[in-house]
């Protein structure tokens, strides 16, 4: 029966049949007037499951994360780290700060289902298009403002990144080793994204009364408060009277559990849950005298500190003693939780992450190969696709402002002229590929007709 | 609304014409920031929560019940183990402090899934349900003659979410398929672990792979679930259609934060453990003052430059006067730059540095001249801090709910929005305690299960 299972579970999800698979969200229009990464993810999201996503950015400047990237390598004249962040939407450029460029932005507006922006409070107000104007025009609009500390409250106009919500929540205080003066962030800018998916999460739930009701509402994402959202550490403090101290590569949680050392070199995570994973570890080990212990055959005893200390040392003398891959082979046979820590590398090269559709090598027009991350769920019926890779600042101008809001080629030339719209200036990450034919281009040049 | 003598850091907001749009929209948000008597944007979905040991399921389940859902916790009768997890054992009443916060809006049920009846009842349950969440490993419930194969049959619409390790398709799927979940493990697979942990020069095992203290692998695969059911959920009100969406735990932090997979491809090499650095932009991080720890963040060249001037340090500006001098992968040079900011803040206080950046900011944005600069700081926060921050306070960010066995539970609780507010309306945890009522409601039998 089971081998039966995995046969229909492999049609049920098979890859190649995503292309012929309908979109949950396909005739959904959005309006991304964020920038660097949590709005933009927020709308990324959306955009793999089928809607239109049209990235307004400034003209001959661009969303800051085009010029950023890591270590300072960029890649065919772009950052490699930007195009699984906004992959697949339409790219244009209008200059909020002049009245007509307002005016395309509120007639974009009126178009769209959903709009996300991610200024300081009450900036998209000041300049005209923040909710309290889209919703007059339309009012089925799901507006969504993100923000590190929210629309209100006493610290609504402070600015903030990732690394200043992380320290504001408290999730920076939760990691590191005990005792030292050191507190890790969580990496690859983890405050933005979390919060990004988590936002989309908001937005999906409006839709879903929208579609019951027709009505749209305003949402106030807040940054540091979603951080807070994944923190069992409020709750505890309250109740124990003091907070968790950080506690290494163990999770308290867990009894043992931590990341150790193996023979061969590697690093290898182990948690024990469950009395009955924890007997399994046991039989494993070949350790009677420890499955037999009353003070570890229950998770409330065998948690408590003492306990925990005791057994993560076991743990890390047998592991020392074994290569990782041994420990894996154990832990598949007696069904208990051991994992190798994985680096970038394993990652982008894992056949399991390629046979999933979790790690994809994408083939785009434009910048041609590339690797990236899939979706991150796997819908049977409504699967998450890439529609193509990022593309430069303004690229779509035509494409956007001729189809959707029917302007002529004189008035998109005037628009330009005055600098109400335009697309990149010579600098990394606006402009195109240099191998890239640009006036060749149907879709940046384009006329009307064939859909993109 | 206006509890503190505000400042502000944009020209846009300093403007002439700018005040009255800003008052209007604060009246608005004073409105949208009540909840009570607003609908729910979910309350015509029913959820069955069968997640066993995964938290992540428990947390999947919670959204749902946030936004109005009925959430149906449906457990063996002696219990979900998940329930004593907690950190060092620590409980309140013998409930476990993470499970105690997930068991929001919650109703508890048993049902004996070894046992014919308990199956039944599952499917007659399963049969008025929208979403289904489970954790089993792959297979088990087909075995049980209960999986999404099954259950589709006689309801079409069903969105059935699976959590697992690897998934409930691939060849590591199916090998792997008896390997429990756990965050711990989730987090490493996932390429987490093997970015925090200090400098490869530090001493072991200080430089090792280490764990976000916190749930991080676990919540994402929660919100990534979630989202899925939600389109999932739009999908079926047009069309009546339902689907299985799979969520594969090992994947948690690379396929939500996207870096990994592109920069082993991009980069062919793994990235250094970087301890408190970062792997973009330096100075980007926290550092020691004198009472605690403050955030020193410049993006932009002119948040640079500002940065230097209010530390006093503008006499090294030459060194590192472009953006691109500061991201370099040359790791002794942003030891160099990172060595001098720590220094230059080590004999301040938060508030002094606090004060000048905030001060210049303000000044700054007020300024014609462009590149004054926006240098931003924070404090690090614990999180009995956090629950003593006005800020929180007046955004309701923790409800204190009160349970007769349970006593005062603070809980943390977002999701503004204007119509359909996110709400926690109570918390229970009690095995069994709903079954009287949902077996009634659903037409279960309870011949055993509700003994």
């Known amino acids: ?452 | 609304m206006r509890t503190i003598k505000e400042r502000v850091y944009s020209r846009y907001l300093q403007k002439k014409g700018a005040s009255k749009p800003l008052s209007e929209w604060s009246q608005f948000l004073s409105k949208m920031m009540a909840v009570e008597g607003k609908p729910e944007a979910l309350d015509d979905m029913m959820v069955l929560d069968l997640s066993y040991a995964n938290f992540s399921g428990n947390v999947t389940a919670s959204f749902f019940a946030e936004a109005g859902a009925e959430v149906i916790k449906v457990e063996p009768p002696e219990g979900d183990p998940s329930r004593i997890l907690s950190p060092y054992g620590a409980n309140i009443q013998g409930v476990g402090v993470p499970y105690l916060m997930e068991s929001r809006n919650k109703r508890h049920i048993t049902l004996d899934l070894a046992g014919a009846e308990g199956r039944e009842n599952l499917k007659r349950l399963a049969k008025q349900a929208d979403i289904l969440i489970e954790t089993f490993a792959p297979g088990e419930m087909d075995e049980w003659g209960i999986g999404y194969r099954q259950l589709r049959e006689f309801n079409p619409g069903l969105i059935y979410i699976a959590i697992t390790p690897y998934g409930h398709y691939t060849a590591r799927g199916q090998e792997a398929a008896h390997t429990p979940w756990t965050d711990l493990t989730s987090q490493a697979e996932s390429g987490l672990a093997a970015l925090i942990g200090d400098l490869p020069s530090a001493p072991e095992p200080y430089n090792w792979p280490t764990r976000a203290g916190f749930y991080a692998a676990g919540y994402t695969s929660a919100v990534g679930a979630a989202c899925g059911g939600l389109i999932a959920s739009l999908f079926k009100r047009r069309t009546g259609e339902g689907q299985m969406i799979d969520i594969a735990a090992a994947d948690a932090f690379a396929s939500c934060v996207g870096f990994p997979p592109t920069i082993g491809y991009v980069w062919k090499k793994p990235r250094i453990r970087y301890g408190t650095l970062d792997y973009g932009l330096c100075p980007y991080g926290f550092f020691k003052c004198k009472d605690g720890y403050v955030a020193i963040a410049c993006f932009r060249d002119q948040d640079f430059r500002a940065a230097l001037k209010l530390l006093g340090k503008w006499k090294i500006e030459e060194d590192w006067k472009t953006l691109l001098d500061r991201i370099t992968d040359d790791i002794d040079k942003v030891l160099e730059l990172n060595g001098i900011v720590e220094k230059a803040v080590a004999d301040l206080t938060y508030g002094e540095i606090n004060e000048k950046f905030s001060t210049y900011s303000v000044k700054a944005a007020r300024s014609k001249w462009r590149g004054g600069g926006l240098p931003v700081t924070t404090k690090m926060l614990t999180a009995k801090d956090v629950l003593q921050d006005k800020h929180w306070q007046v955004r309701g960010t923790f409800n204190k709910i009160e349970h007769p066995a349970y006593g005062v539970v603070t809980l943390p609780i977002t999701g503004k929005m204007s119509r359909t507010p996110l709400r926690i309306k109570w918390i229970s945890a009690g095995i069994g305690e709903d079954n009287d009522y949902i077996f009634k409601k659903y037409g279960l039998s309870a011949k055993s299960d509700s003994a």
Request: with cysteine.
């Open chain 1, 1 to 452: 029966m089971t081998e039966d299972y995995f046969e229909f579970t492999k049609k049920l999800f098979a890859p190649e049949d995503i292309a012929r698979k309908k979109e949950a969200l396909s005739g959904l229009r959005v309006l991304d007037l964020s920038h660097m990464i949590f709005g933009p993810t927020t709308a990324k999201v959306l955009g793999q499951f089928g809607a239109d996503v049209i990235k307004v950015e400034v003209p001959y400047q661009g969303d800051y994360w085009r010029g950023g990237t890591y270590w300072g390598k960029y890649w065919k004249h772009s950052n490699p780290l930007w195009h699984f962040i906004n992959p697949g939407k339409y790219f244009v450029g209008i200059d909020v700060k002049k009245p007509k460029g307002k005016d395309l932005i509120l007639r974009l507006a009126e178009k769209a289902d959903v709009v996300i922006e991610n200024f300081t409070s009450g900036t998209v107000e000041a300049w005209g298009i923040g909710y309290s104007q889209v919703s007059r025009i339309n009012p089925k609009v799901v507006y969504a403002s993100l923000s590190t500390y929210g629309q209100f409250g006493p610290y609504r106009y402070f600015p903030g990144w990732d690394l200043l919500a992380q320290g504001a929540s408290g999730v920076l205080a939760a990691t590191g080793h005990p005792g030292t003066d050191k507190y890790f962030k969580v990496p690859d800018f983890f405050g933005d994204f979390f919060p990004g998916y988590f936002a989309a999460m908001l937005i999906l739930i409006a839709l879903n009364y929208r579609e019951r009701t027709g009505e749209g509402q305003y949402i106030d994402g807040c940054q540091a408060e979603i951080l807070m959202r994944s923190l069992f550490h409020f709750t505890y403090a309250d109740a124990m009277g003091k907070d968790l101290e950080r506690t290494g590569n163990a999770d308290p949680n867990c009894s043992p559990s931590g990341i150790f050392k193996t023979r061969d070199g590697k690093f290898l995570a182990l948690g024990i849950a469950t009395d009955k994973q924890f007997q399994a570890l046991c039989k494993a080990m070949n350790r009677d005298d420890l499955a037999r212990d009353e003070r570890y055959q229950k998770a409330a005893r065998r948690l408590q500190a003492d306990s925990a200390e005791a057994l993560g040392k076991a743990v890390e003398s047998w592991i020392k003693e074994k290569d990782a891959d041994e420990i894996v082979a154990l832990g598949r046979r007696h069904r208990f939780a051991a994992a190798e820590v994985l680096d970038d590398v394993q990652i982008a090269n894992d056949p399991w992450r390629r046979e999933r559709g979790s790690v994809i090598d994408y083939n785009d027009d434009m910048y041609r190969k590339l690797v990236i991350e899939g979706p991150i769920a796997m819908l049977s019926q409504t699967p998450g696709r890439t529609k193509w890779l990022t593309r430069p600042l303004g690229y779509h101008n035509r494409y956007v402002f001729k189809k959707i809001l029917g302007l002529s080629e004189a008035e998109i030339k005037a628009l330009e002229k005055e600098r109400v719209v335009g697309n990149w200036d010579y600098r990394v990450g606006q402009r195109p590929p240099i191998y890239h034919d640009i006036a060749k281009d149907k879709i940046f040049n384009y006329e009307g007709g064939e859909d993109h």
